[in-house]
């Protein structure tokens, strides 16, 4: 029976030759992760099984991310909480502030996800690693919990979105705008229970990066994973950064897909998400004058080296807009080291940028840098739900690296052809 | 079982940052959470709900973070059961994980009002209004959720199976 890419990942790991839609299914884990919002219950639910040991102590993968370096008491006592477990059951990829970055960007970068793995991650941007060719999903706490305990957990098999791309993004043109585009065209709940399938010869032209960014969205669309062929790119990523052995899968020819979307690159341009969903997409172009207070550059969404490489390129040799407040969060730790050597941070600095250490701060309404009532910002995050990033009169525009950097330079949202000389 | 309570009705894609603001994540006390359920959409929710009351709403029910603390939010602040038109696929199993009940049911929004009283049984997956006098019939739970249902959610369920 003929499978898409996800259904044969799920098959294997469930010991089948194979499994259709809707079928469900208990399969094996490969890495079960969790952050310092989610691991504190996912922890009490734990103890509660009374298993006594986790499954692997090599196949959990811990990151106090979110509240961290830990904005209050409150915080601080639930990175106490991970880190002590982390502690009691020998968790080797437990990841302290310091050596830390924010879940999504750090895992692949530490080699800890791999072409052909089932990941699950108490984070619904777990879908990232679907760049890699992995099968990875969102789960809540006790999901985690029972998957620490016993290293597997059921799933239904989903049916799948094919997603073709085609042609070459032109301009500064990235897969933030692919994916906003995406789900501007099939909506929140457009790919809800399903995997989104990337397809098409335009994957040639996607960095790493922009697969990245792509699949981290896919969950923006209701998806339950969204996942990437592995071809030369990925090879040469995993090799770089992995040394667990891969599996590539690839969906059969005639494999059964719900609906087929195709998405011809070259005729994309720079899409923002308007207040307050993902799906409120709309170019540039299009938009009219809008006036902002706050630009965001980072998160697992965008906040790689290509990323802050676009960004310092518009900001180079430019001021910020008056009156308005630029933060810069590289995603990781590596990815910061990487910034300042190649300039880019003095590049941001100079401009008038404030750089903050990896956290998710901002994006989630966490800290460093939370909206007040009727304030407007540009971010390269993935969520612009009422109140995500502060007050529940303050909005969210989410957009590229390359449309914020060009945004803080004007003061509205703006084209980055708008600001170069 | 049989569920009784009045109704609060909520809108499409209803999504788990307006259920409980990431503000308040730093507690897994559900009475800690449930004082802010809510707050961002109808801030004056918390101080209305009464224990067994229903939340009913339309499409894409909890998209957005995977935070367990939203069923769990809903939960402490005392309502019984979610019924929506849809339901976003992680607050789906979450919901299941923690045992709060939760119905998929389409047609049922367009006929109800806010404070209309409830009759849901569960076991049979029918939905009486007993305002309008009307009943509804919701989509059964699979066979596999059903029985962590009654094992009392899933860690209660994966205890069972582990001791085997
Ligand atoms: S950066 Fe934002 S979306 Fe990504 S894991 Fe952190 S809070 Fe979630």
Redesign the pocket.
């Known amino acids: 029976m003929a499978m898409t890419m996800t259904q044969k990942i799920l098959a294997a790991h469930a010991g089948k030759d194979s499994v259709k839609a809707g079928e469900l299914i208990t399969a094996r884990l490969d890495l079960v992760l969790g952050?310092d919002i989610t691991s504190p219950l996912a922890i009490s639910e734990f103890e509660k099984i009374g298993a006594g040991k986790v499954f692997d102590n090599e196949k959990i993968a811990l990151v106090p991310?979110?509240f961290c370096p830990n904005k209050d008491i409150k915080s601080a006592q639930q990175a106490k909480d991970v880190r002590e477990f982390a502690k009691k059951y020998a968790i080797k990829n437990y990841f302290e502030v310091g050596q830390m970055g924010?879940?999504?960007a750090l895992l692949p970068e530490k080699g800890l996800v791999t072409a052909g793995d089932v990941v699950i991650g108490a984070?619904?941007?777990t879908c990232t690693y679907g760049a890699l060719g992995a099968f990875s999903t969102g789960i809540g706490s006790t999901d985690m919990a029972a998957g620490m305990a016993t290293g597997e957990l059921w799933f239904k098999v989903p049916d799948a979105i094919k997603v073709i791309l085609t042609g070459k993004p032109a301009k500064k043109v990235s897969g933030k705008d692919v994916i906003l585009h995406l789900i501007g065209l099939i909506g929140v709940d457009g790919a809800r229970y399903m995997s989104l399938e990337f397809t098409g010869d335009g994957i040639d032209a996607l960095s790493m990066d922009d697969r990245f960014t792509i699949a981290?969205m896919a969950i923006e669309a209701g998806a339950k994973n969204g996942i990437f062929p592995v071809d030369g790119k990925t090879l040469e990523y995993i090799n770089a950064h992995s040394t667990k052995p891969h599996t590539v899968y690839a969906a059969d020819t005639d494999a059964p897909y719900a609906q087929v979307v195709e998405i011809d690159l070259a005729s994309l341009d720079y899409t923002v998400a308007c207040p307050h969903l993902p799906s409120n997409t709309k170019t540039v172009k299009n938009l009219g004058d809008i006036k902002i207070d706050q630009v965001v550059i980072?998160?697992?969404?965008n906040?790689r080296i290509e990323d802050l490489r676009a960004a310092a390129e518009i900001m180079k040799g430019k001021k910020i807009a008056g009156g308005v407040r630029c933060i810069v969060f590289p995603?990781t730790q590596k990815i910061y080291l990487q910034a300042i050597a190649e300039g880019l941070i003095q590049t941001m600095v100079e401009f008038g940028a404030a750089v903050s250490t990896p956290t998710?701060g901002p994006?989630?309404g966490?800290h460093m840098g939370i909206l007040a009532k009727g304030e407007k910002c540009v971010a390269t995050?993935?969520?612009n739900f009422i109140g995500r990033m502060g007050h529940i009169e303050s909005e969210v525009y989410l957009a590229s690296p390359a449309v914020a950097a060009a945004s803080a330079i004007t003061g509205k949202i703006s084209a980055p052809e708008e600001v170069s000389k | 079982m049989i569920l009784r309570g009045k109704t609060h009705m909520f809108g499409d894609n209803i999504d788990t940052d307006v259920i409980i603001p990431?503000r308040y994540l730093t507690t897994i006390d559900p009475e800690e959470l449930a004082k802010n359920c809510m707050e961002d959409i109808d801030p004056t929710f918390s101080g209305r709900v009464q224990q067994g009351d229903i939340m009913v709403a339309g499409y894409n029910f909890g998209c957005g973070?995977s935070r367990e603390h939203a069923p769990i939010a809903i939960k402490g602040s005392g309502v019984s059961c979610v019924i929506a038109r849809s339901f976003a696929r992680i607050f789906y199993r979450n919901a299941i994980n923690i045992g709060l009940p939760i119905l998929e049911c389409d047609d049922i929004l367009d006929e109800m009002h806010a404070g209309d009283e409830l009759e849901v049984d569960l076991s049979k997956g029918t939905i009486l209004n007993k305002t309008t006098g009307r009943t509804y019939a919701s989509e059964p739970f699979p066979e596999f959720m059903r029985q962590i249902i009654a094992a009392g959610g899933e860690i209660a369920y994966i205890k069972n199976k582990l001791r085997k």
């Open positions: 952050n991310d979110h924010i879940e999504h984070d619904s941007h981290n980072g998160s697992c969404t906040g995603a998710c994006c989630l966490g995050t993935n969520r | 990431a973070s």
